[in-house]
């Protein structure tokens, strides 16, 4: 059973930026494409990124040219940086192995002067 562990967000101010970390505990290479989804307050939870073993990359048009997500492979580890945050990007981030039932728990991060 793998196990994602999500480390990073917190309180930013509009225009600023977070890092967030989602860890697994095994080859997160095996898990094959890794995404970024969130949930903000009284919405469904929606897709914000995708990033595969090869790297190539794919937005939600909401986020594309603010948010770079990467991995490392070698480190067993997938990256969302978020840069140019607005209140709108508020919620629960959470990781996922994307084709497979692998979550991570979540992280709060939240945009607010």
């Known amino acids: 059973q793998v196990q994602l562990a999500q480390s990073g967000g917190g309180l930013a101010q509009p225009g600023g930026s977070l890092r967030l970390s989602c860890a697994a505990s095994?080859?997160?290479?095996?898990?094959?494409?890794m995404g970024w989804y969130r949930q903000a307050p009284g919405k469904e939870r929606e897709f914000v990124a995708e990033v595969t073993n090869g790297g190539f990359t794919n937005y939600t048009p909401s986020v594309k040219g603010r948010f770079t997500i990467s991995r490392d492979n070698a480190k067993n580890t997938v990256y969302l940086q978020m840069n140019s945050l607005k209140p709108e990007d508020t919620a629960v981030y959470y990781c996922?192995?994307?084709?497979?039932?692998?979550w991570g728990k979540g992280t709060l991060v939240t945009v607010s002067s």
């Open positions: 996922k192995a994307r084709f497979m039932n692998y």
């Open positions: 095994g080859s997160i290479s095996s898990l094959g494409t």
